[in-house]
């Protein structure tokens, strides 16, 4: 397993990160004894990062891997997130100290090392999406310093979804130690040069400059929800109806698209479509960690499979480009 700086904060994490989320599923829906079997395999494999937020089941995520880490007691790195509703956006500090108070209670910590606003970035509040202003954030900042002057957080960071110029602005405040970005096969905007008439939302390398700030990466979505299986086909403890993030106008849609990178099987890039998706996010240098969300423990054999395989060769690498100029 590779490990990568976590930017500024000083923590090393493995390349691939272990995805608590609902998308899929397992740590939300799955067996008990298939959590625990699931993240000791993924410790044993190396694997020191762990995701989750208070909103992945209503708390059910971060519930799950408080028992599951109790009961196991490893050296990792837990990450999880706040999410503003509209009724917080008055008093933005206490809904903070709340809902990371509340987080360290699900997880059975006295400290997490990682806490991300979950909120996307916009120029405007759009409370009906959940969108927050770079205003919102530097109150959200100020709550989490004041819980890391108490001991109940390591270290924060942001997410790198919402409007393009807001997050870049973010980003440049240099506020944050962690962003989360979107960055797959399907839209890598976060991290190459998007080609003129690029269908999907333009991130503008977002990754490259957070990492001019030394903030660490998260990259999330790397498998687009599933679509980067190249099916449609959802596992019974994923969410069944996922909507695509910055791609296509449905999973159906970016299924069909993700068959154009069909070549890096065919041709011997990577053993699967999968695999090569998840390569290709590592093959950023600049990415401290690639999200996976798991539901069983045959996808997390894959990703680890994957993952000990390395980036991408630069070959298959530049071959992409023509791709991405595809209408």
Known sequence: MDYRQLGKTGLKVSALGFGCGAVGGLMVKGAYSDMVRAVARAIEAGITYFDTARIYGDGKSETNLGRVLAELKPNIVVGTKVRLRAEDMDDIETAVIESVEGSLRRLQLEQVDLIQLHNSIAARRGPERGWVTVDDVESVIQAFEKLQQQGKIRHWGINGLGETDALQRAVSAGNAETVQCCFNLLNPSAGIQAPPGFLFQDYGQLIDRAAEQQMGVIAIRVLAAGALSGSTARHPNAAQDVAPIASG??????????????????????????????????????????????????????????????????EAIDRLSDIWARR
């Open 249 to 314: 106008e449905n999973l159906a849609e970016d299924v069909e698209r993700a068959q154009r990178f069909r070549f890096l099987v065919e041709e011997g890039f990577a053993a699967s479509l999968a695999e090569a998706a998840l390569r290709f996010a590592i093959s950023k240098a600049q990415v401290s960690t690639a999200l996976v969300g798991l539901s069983n423990l045959d996808q997390l054999e894959q990703a680890i499979q994957a993952a000990n395989k390395g980036p991408l060769p630069s």
